[in-house]
T-cell receptor, first 113, second 111 residues
């Protein structure tokens, strides 16, 4: 059974804190993605990675960075959390061939106070 | 960036058909997708259509693609309460197998 796991389901952080969200996939997928989901806005791509140590900015990268040191792991970093980063964060992975179906983790609901 | 548009909400009675509509922007997309998100979960691929097809049927699901109008629809026949979820239209675009998602349509099925 294919699986994408995220380190936390719920997280509460204070403004200015550095926040790490981790994602692990067990499908040997080349591509990994970080999205945030907000009501009425759908999913917006923050960053993606198509190989180890490679990263590309998505549509809303400001205030975020990422790290991919190993193929199976993709981390999202909020350097200095702000209240407008309160959101649901979804990680996904996909293969580089076929229909490019994305497999999603269960999400992390982050609240910044 | 590109915008994939959907209506935000749809309410249907159990047993009726549901039709969820979407307009997309990238005419060069190879694949178009419908993903489903159940409460408290991530998204899961429901079905997809290859861009050179007009229609795809998969049990209770029918996908229609109108490339001229860049319009995609998902029809769910005999809608059940278990179909209550958020449905996302998506297009493969931008290279690197990126996918652009729509805003999502929340389907409410009334018993």
């Amino acid at each position: 059974d294919v699986k994408v796991t995220q380190s936390s389901r719920y997280l509460v952080k204070r403004t200015g804190e550095k926040v790490f969200l981790e994602c692990v996939q067990d499908m040997d997928h080349e591509n990994m993605f970080w999205y945030r989901q907000d009501p009425g806005l759908g999913l917006r791509l923050i960053y993606f990675s198509y190989d180890v140590k490679m990263k590309e900015k998505g549509d809303i990268p400001e205030g975020y960075s990422v790290s991919r040191e190993k193929k199976e792991r993709f981390s999202l970093i909020l350097e200095s959390a702000s209240t407008n980063q309160t959101s649901m964060y979804l990680c996904a992975s996909s293969p580089r061939t076929g229909t490019y179906e994305q497999y999603f983790g269960p999400g992390t609901r982050l609240t910044v106070t | 960036g590109e915008d994939v548009e959907q209506s935000l909400f749809l309410s249907v009675r159990e047993g009726d058909s549901s039709v969820i509509n979407c307009t997309y922007t990238d005419s060069s997309s190879t694949y178009l997708y419908w993903y489903k998100q159940e409460p408290g979960a991530g998204l899961q691929l429901l079905t997809y259509i290859f861009s050179n097809m007009d229609m795809k049927q998969d049990q209770r699901l029918t996908v229609l693609l109108n490339k001229k109008d860049k319009h995609l629809s998902l029809r769910i026949a005999d809608t059940q309460t278990g179909d209550s979820a958020i449905y996302f239209c998506a297009e493969e675009s931008g290279g690197y197998q990126k996918v652009t998602f729509g805003t999502g349509t929340k389907l409410q099925v009334i018993p």
